[in-house]
């Protein structure tokens, strides 16, 4: 983590004009100055800040679709098991309501006076204090049976009301999920109509200055040792093995990758299931300070949470970066750091 601590306040700052820069992104680089009056440094500085800035706001969509997604995902679930639930406790609810109809039946057809009436009619005290005896146990009988009546009942009314909850939560997510793939594929739009409008010499100054800034490489450095064993060392060689694969949104695998669909494809072939998004993946496994990050260790960028990387050690990280570019190894502190999480 040396070189992280190092360079952690200089790109943090960096990268938080990105995110400023993000509110004045819409499609394009109109606002960068002419080449013929301006620094060409400068302009590449700004053509690589509304680059990254308009790939930012496309992430940020993403995450929030994928949020949505696994949502009703589990709504689903949760329907498919209360449907199950609600249809069992109906069928011991019908034979219930059955067996007390026949009960009422047969008492009106062979007792039409009723045992109480047929009771006090006798003439017998033997058989009358016999009788009286088994009505009480009749009647204890019938009202433990009718308080069983009303509370299946009451449950199988409580359970209808959470299926139907439920599935007005799937519909609401439905809406939602309509919504931010509208917004998720006009972002990425924005961002591919940012990278359409440089010529060929400007996007190649771009990427050799984010190459430059974040130390990028899509090959693993001569030399270069990872310090890790077990699941850690599986994730990392299967992410690893996918450098240079490009980066798509929404993507995960096996020939193109968005960047938790690398990290949990990496843990996935290490036998560790993650959650789809960056956001949710950052509540997975345990909190590390990035003082101790250890090789394998997954690190989140931004707040709220909107991408993620995998750990390798020496300060530097495996991730699937942005549109237009490929699953590559950047410096660790390239990016504002959120947080950390060891899983496995």
């Given at each position: 983590?040396?070189?992280?601590?190092?360079?952690?306040?200089?790109?943090?700052?960096?990268?938080?004009?990105?995110?400023?820069?993000?509110?004045?992104?819409?499609?394009?680089?109109?606002?960068?100055?002419?080449?013929?009056?301006?620094?060409?440094?400068?302009?590449?500085?700004?053509?690589?800040?509304?680059?990254?800035?308009?790939?930012?706001?496309?992430?940020?969509?993403?995450?929030?679709?994928?949020?949505?997604?696994?949502?009703?995902?589990?709504?689903?679930?949760?329907?498919?098991?209360?449907?199950?639930?609600?249809?069992?406790?109906?069928?011991?609810?019908?034979?219930?309501?059955?067996?007390?109809?026949?009960?009422?039946?047969?008492?009106?057809?062979?007792?039409?006076?009723?045992?109480?009436?047929?009771?006090?009619?006798?003439?017998?005290?033997?058989?009358?204090?016999?009788?009286?005896?088994?009505?009480?146990?009749?009647?204890?009988?019938?009202?433990?049976?009718?308080?069983?009546?009303?509370?299946?009942?009451?449950?199988?009314?409580?359970?209808?009301?959470?299926?139907?909850?439920?599935?007005?939560?799937?519909?609401?997510?439905?809406?939602?999920?309509?919504?931010?793939?509208?917004?998720?594929?006009?972002?990425?739009?924005?961002?591919?109509?940012?990278?359409?409008?440089?010529?060929?010499?400007?996007?190649?100054?771009?990427?050799?200055?984010?190459?430059?800034?974040?130390g990028a490489t899509e090959t693993v450095?001569?030399?270069?040792?990872?310090?890790?064993?077990?699941?850690?060392?599986?994730?990392?060689?299967?992410?690893?093995?996918?450098?240079?694969?490009?980066?798509?949104?929404?993507?995960?695998?096996?020939?193109?990758?968005?960047?938790?669909?690398?990290?949990?494809?990496?843990?996935?072939?290490?036998?560790?299931?993650?959650?789809?998004?960056?956001?949710?993946?950052?509540?997975?496994?345990?909190?590390?300070?990035?003082?101790?990050?250890?090789?394998?260790?997954?690190?989140?960028?931004?707040?709220?949470?909107?991408?993620?990387?995998?750990?390798?050690?020496?300060?530097?990280?495996?991730?699937?970066?942005?549109?237009?570019?490929?699953?590559?190894?950047?410096?660790?502190?390239?990016?504002?750091?959120?947080?950390?999480?060891?899983?496995?």
């Open positions: 983590m040396r070189n992280g601590r190092h360079h952690l306040a200089r790109n943090t700052a960096s990268k938080a004009a990105v995110v400023v820069a993000c509110l004045a992104v819409t499609a394009g680089v109109a606002g960068l100055p002419s080449a013929s009056v301006a620094d060409p440094a400068e302009t590449t500085e700004q053509a690589r800040e509304q680059v990254e800035a308009s790939h930012h706001l496309a992430e940020q969509a993403l995450e929030r679709y994928l949020a949505i997604s696994d949502q009703l995902d589990a709504n689903r679930a949760q329907v498919t098991a209360i449907e199950a639930d609600v249809t069992k406790q109906q069928r011991a609810f019908d034979v219930l309501r059955g067996q007390m109809g026949a009960t009422i039946a047969s008492q009106l057809t062979d007792n039409p006076m009723g045992p109480t009436a047929q009771l006090i009619a006798s003439d017998d005290p033997d058989a009358f204090l016999d009788g009286l005896s088994a009505l009480q146990a009749y009647n204890t009988n019938q009202s433990d049976r009718l308080a069983t009546f009303g509370e299946q009942s009451k449950q199988l009314e409580v359970r209808k009301a959470q299926l139907k909850a439920k599935t007005d939560a799937i519909t609401t997510a439905r809406t939602k999920l309509a919504r931010e793939k509208d917004t998720l594929d006009r972002r990425a739009k924005e961002a591919d109509a940012v990278l359409a409008s440089l010529t060929a010499a400007e996007r190649a100054a771009v990427d050799a200055a984010e190459t430059a800034a974040d450095p001569a030399g270069t040792s990872v310090d890790a064993s077990g699941k850690a060392k599986k994730a990392i060689d299967f992410a690893l093995s996918q450098l240079g694969d490009p980066y798509s949104y929404g993507a995960t695998g096996p020939d193109s990758w968005d960047c938790s669909g690398l990290t949990g494809g990496a843990w996935r072939a290490a036998g560790v299931s993650l959650p789809r998004s960056s956001s949710a993946q950052a509540g997975a496994g345990s909190p590390v300070s990035t003082a101790d990050m250890q090789p394998g260790d997954l690190v989140f960028y931004y707040s709220p949470v909107s991408h993620v990387g995998i750990y390798l050690g020496g300060g530097r990280l495996v991730h699937a970066p942005r549109t237009g570019k490929n699953v590559e190894i950047v410096s660790v502190s390239s990016m504002p750091i959120n947080s950390v999480r060891r899983v496995g």
